[in-house]
Every structure is written in structure tokens, then in C-alpha cells.
């Protein structure tokens, strides 16, 4: 009896140890997880301040840029403004006055005219006559003069302008009757309108 009480005592502390074993290699997988998601965070948290120092770095950098390219400028400006204080009143005014006549220039060379002509020729009626057009090359406004001999001939003129769609705002701005000797009434008139035809 005796004898078996101890086997069943021994088998009962292996049993007890193989439990107490497995129970430790659990603590010491969770512990090794723990460490490696520790060690993972800190990886994370010192790349994080890596990115954020460099960041940092190249903010200053930018700015120190900025800043330098700021006092570039004003001392451009005040060299600039030194050097038009020096420069007669008179002389800029002629220099104001050449720029605006070659801006002139160049809007009159970007003003179509042939597509201005083209326009009109498909919108003046038969017996119609222009003897003026002038135009404003930066408006597109163009004030239009001629003579008929009817006022129904001014009517269809009006209504073959505000068919075309590079026209608009058309307006009759002005029509008077002459009498001619031995001859029809003439009705001179001028048109004013908007061409939209214009290169942008």
C-alpha cells in the first residue's frame, strides 16, 4: 500500500510540473510578444521623430530662403525706386506716352478685321451703303455710318446685324433725311454695336 501511495504521489508532482511548464512557456511567448510590440512602438515613435526633425529642418531651411529672398527684393525695390527718383518727370511721361502708343499697336494688329468685314457683308441688306466704321479696339465697340434710301432698308439692317452671333448690343443711334435735288431722299444713319468676333 505504501509503495503505491508513492508512485501515485510521484505521478501526481510530474503531472503537476508538466502543468507549472506549460503555463510558463505561455508567460514567456506573451512576454516575448509584449517586448517585441514595445520594441516595435519605439522603432515607430524614434522614425516618427526622425521624420519630424527633418521636416523641421527643411522648414527652417525654407523660411531662412524666404526670408532671404524677401531682402533681396525690397533692396531691388528701393534700388528701383532710387533710380526712377533720378529720372526726370518729363522723361517718364514720354516713355508712359510710347508704351501706350505701342499697346495701341498691338491691339490693332490683334483686332480681326477681315472677320469684322465678313460679319457685315453677310448682314447689310441690298441698297445699303457704309461709307464709316470705327471700331474700339479694346471695347470691341464699333460705331457704324451709312446712307439708304428707305427706312425699311434700316430695319432689315438691323435685323441682319442682330442675327449674326459675333453682334450684339445693336443699337440705331442716329438717322436724319436729306433731300436731294432731282433725285430720291437719301437717310443718313450711324449704328452702334458690340463685335464679340475678337482674338482673346
Known sequence: MGSRARRGDSAMVIQGFNLAAADYRRNRRTLRLLTAAAVLLIVLLAAQLLVWGA????????????TDMEAE??????????VRAKI????VKQYEARVAAYNQILE????????????????????????????EL??????????TESFDNIAKLLR??????????????RQATHKSPG????IDFSVRLVYEGRPR
Open 55 to 66: 521636416q523641421r529642418r527643411s522648414n527652417r531651411a525654407v523660411e531662412a530662403r524666404l
Open 73 to 82: 527684393f525690397v533692396r531691388h525695390q528701393n534700388q528701383a525706386q532710387a
Open 88 to 91: 526726370p518727370a518729363e522723361t
Open 108 to 135: 490693332a494688329s490683334a483686332f480681326s478685321w477681315i472677320g469684322l468685314l465678313v460679319e457685315l457683308e453677310r448682314a447689310v441688306p441690298p441698297g445699303v451703303t457704309l461709307s464709316s466704321i470705327q471700331p
Open 138 to 147: 479694346v471695347s470691341g465697340k464699333v460705331v457704324l455710318a451709312g446712307e
Open 160 to 173: 441682319g446685324l442682330e442675327q449674326r452671333a459675333n453682334f450684339r448690343d445693336v443699337f440705331l443711334l
Open 183 to 186: 433725285g430720291p431722299d437719301t
